[in-house]
């Protein structure tokens, strides 16, 4: 690996914003230009990118910002050493007290570092979920809102966040995670973790399984860029391997990786599959979701009523069930937000 790095002041640095990013120049550029404001007076701030042997102008695009002054950490990988294992060298270089992988393609939108930044001032969580909203052309005019004007939210445990999040915890633009905290935790070899293209859950569920105050972002200050990955199976991804790292990474709180599991089964899965059968998902690689999941999931019985049914049934009817199932899920979240609206507005945070 060379590594050409611009070392920012000698204060350690509250935030730590890692891109790891791999032959998507024109994406990097964007995010880039949308950063260049919030991080050229910001010394809070440590900025890495981690290029993973990209052929195309990525070089050129970093070099491109540190010319115009802005401080950048810049590892550049002599060969592609995979997804997982860059992701783990981002985490392994960051100096600051927390650390936020952040993907090339998305948009920390204008202004939203600075609220970051002061949000985890006031407090020391251990973990922040961001909640993003997903754009395909134009991330300023897809822009979304939270529906009931909150700004941010703290929460006493990690199980509120998977139950807030599910499978978005695998989002990695979304975590913001505390060092610190990490390092007084037990937590598995993150080694274990490469090749099951989930290595952010490596530091994640440790902290969620230990963790006494957490914060949700609820303004929406990331954009996820969608339909924009592929290249993977849905089933070895987020039924086998998902299954297998939250297992292991949860530690003792298996409560946490049943509920983890569970609402892959039931949200995540139910709305990939349909993507799919229609033509309109992700472009993701042929397999027997069949084949690769019932061994795994045979005896919970949220597979065959969310999962089963939209892998045999004839498209119609399958479209059908996903119905039911859409409605269900979106009953169940309305209720579980009123109840929270009405008893839990005292842990909301007014402004950021």
Known sequence: MKAEMIEPDDARPLLTIAIPTFNR???????????????????????????????????AVVEEYRRRGLTIRSIRNETNIGSDANFLQCFEHARGKYFWLFSDDDIIVGGGVAKILRLLAMDDYALAFICPFEFRRDYLAEKTTDKLGRIAQILPGGMQIVRKAGTMITFISALIVNKDYYSTINHPDLQEFIGTNLMLLG??????????????????????RGDNSGGW???????INLQRVANTAFGNRRDMAAELTNRTLRSWFPETIMGTRRGTGKPLLKENLRE?????????????????????????????WYSIIKLTNRLS??????????????DFLKES
């Open 292 to 320: 690769v999941m019932e061994p795994a999931y045979s005896t919970n019985w949220r597979y065959w009523i969310y999962v089963y049914p939209l892998i045999v049934l004839p498209l119609g009817m399958a479209r059908a």
């Open 333 to 346: 979240r309305s209720v579980s937000l009123l109840m929270e609206y009405i008893f839990l507005q005292r």
């Open 203 to 224: 530091w994640v569920c440790p902290i969620l399984a230990e963790s006494k105050k957490n914060l949700i972002v609820w303004e929406r200050l990331v954009a996820g």
């Open 233 to 239: 199976s849905a089933g070895q991804v987020f039924g």
């Open 25 to 59: 120049a024109s994406f990097l550029k964007e995010l880039l230009s949308v950063l260049f404001d919030q991080l050229i007076d910001e010394p809070r701030v440590e900025f890495i990118i981690s290029d993973n042997a990209s052929p195309d102008e990525t070089p």
